[in-house]
């Protein structure tokens, strides 16, 4: 199995792969049309990145069978287009949640305590204590999170060993999981918004999260508030954030924002930054070398799956609920040709197939088909299908 590791990757990871049988062609400088000539020349069946974008010709000009996301977000890769060419797409979800969570603690305590504005006024020979010795402190200050994931919950022990409370809003999270953590689940953004001395964001990048921090969620904030995005930059309304820092003295740390870079080196030219009680980080959050071994070793045990299963670990793009109404269960005798027969009176019948299984009985003498169609077969088809081949059983069906 030929491997194409697209993005800077850890030596384990790469020794991994080796190690497991894979052919692995490393070019962490490739992108664009750089990289779609890789994939070509390469031929490989499974392609690893990081930030790179995958895009529709990538998966359409080669023999990719697997992406492999060395992250969490999917959002650079083209997940319809992998679906529609039937490509796995796979990520490593909460690999990186310990060291998001550290990112996202310390712009909490830089931001309280003037951290980085105080190192540039040393460093630029001004000493002004009386300035910098204004903080709230954390102690016993609420903690709004706005999604309760891996992270958000990484984030939220540790804002409890400071003595904070936490209260939160995720569609996801059971009310029993969130009393066991002590966090207060309240009914919306807003409401957490509004309650919260410090608001944190920890969104995955979908249809519904797009731009749901918006004028509402800041509307709803006290003055002063600190805010916090090491999520993803499109899950907040930017501008809608700049009017808040301007006419509501909200104070913000982003690991991540709209103007951002889409290489490792560039220039940045974005208004944010140039408000007072604004910081950032260069979107590092899952940047520590705990979280990348951690990562190459999730990669690995996913491509190992693949390659001796068939399947990968962490799908993102299968269907939630399968099209399919009825299932078919065709008893069989385990011979060559029973399941062509089978398929091919399907496909008579106008009938597609939407999932199958065939499950082998001790002995390998006899075997039972479940198949999942997408209608009901009618007797015809039924009838044609207990006497496609003398191996047939029996044959029954049920609805879904």
């Known amino acids: ?116 504005d105080g190192t540039a006024d040393l460093k630029s020979g001004k000493w002004n204590k009386k300035r910098y010795a204004q903080a709230r402190g954390l102690f016993g200050r609420t903690l709004g999170v706005i999604g309760a994931g891996t992270i958000g919950i990484e984030v939220i022990k540790r804002a409890q060993a400071f003595g904070m409370h936490a209260i939160a809003w995720d569609k996801h999270l059971l009310p029993a999981r969130a009393e066991e953590l002590n966090i207060t689940l309240l009914a919306s953004p807003t409401e957490v ?109 996913i491509v190992r799956l693949f390659k001796e299963t068939g399947r990968p670990a962490n799908v993102v793009n299968l269907a939630t609920k399968s099209p399919a109404t009825h299932l078919l269960a065709v008893r069989h005798y385990d011979r060559v040709g029973v399941l062509a027969a089978v398929f091919d009176c399907l496909k008579k019948g106008g009938i597609n197939v939407q999932e199958t299984e065939n499950i082998v009985f001790d002995g390998a003498r006899a075997a039972v088909a479940r198949i999942h169609v997408d209608r009901a077969p009618g007797g015809e088809v039924l009838d044609a299908l207990r006497v496609c081949t003398p191996d047939v059983i029996d044959v029954s069906l049920v609805a879904l």
């Open 1 to 116: 199995m030929k491997v194409l590791v697209a993005d800077k990757f850890e030596d384990s990871g790469r020794r991994g792969l080796a190690e497991i049988g894979c052919e692995v062609a490393y070019e962490p400088d490739v992108s664009g049309e750089s990289l779609l000539a890789a994939v070509k020349s390469t031929g490989a069946d499974v392609l690893v990145v990081r930030s790179s974008q995958v895009t529709r010709p990538m998966l359409e000009s080669g023999s990719l069978q697997l992406v492999v996301r060395a992250g969490a977000g999917t959002n650079t890769i083209d997940v319809e287009a992998a679906s529609e060419r039937g490509i796995w797409v796979a990520n490593c979800p909460g690999k990186n949640a310990i060291a998001v969570a550290e990112l996202a603690t310390g712009l909490m305590l830089a931001l309280d305590r003037h951290i980085a």
């Open 193 to 301: 918004a509004a309650a919260a001395d410090i608001l944190t964001v920890h969104l995955a990048l979908v249809p519904e999260t797009r731009g749901l921090i918006g004028d509402g969620v800041f509307a709803s904030m006290k003055p002063g508030t600190i805010f916090i995005n090491t999520s993803r930059a499109e899950v907040v309304d930017q501008a809608s954030l700049e009017r808040a820092v301007k006419e509501r003295g909200i104070r913000a740390g982003l690991d991540v924002f709209a103007e951002e870079p889409s290489g490792g080196v560039g220039d940045v030219d974005a208004s944010i930054f140039k408000l007072p009680g604004v910081i950032g980080t260069h979107h590092i959050g899952a940047s520590t070398d705990q979280a990348q071994e951690a990562i190459a070793e999730e990669t690995v045990r």
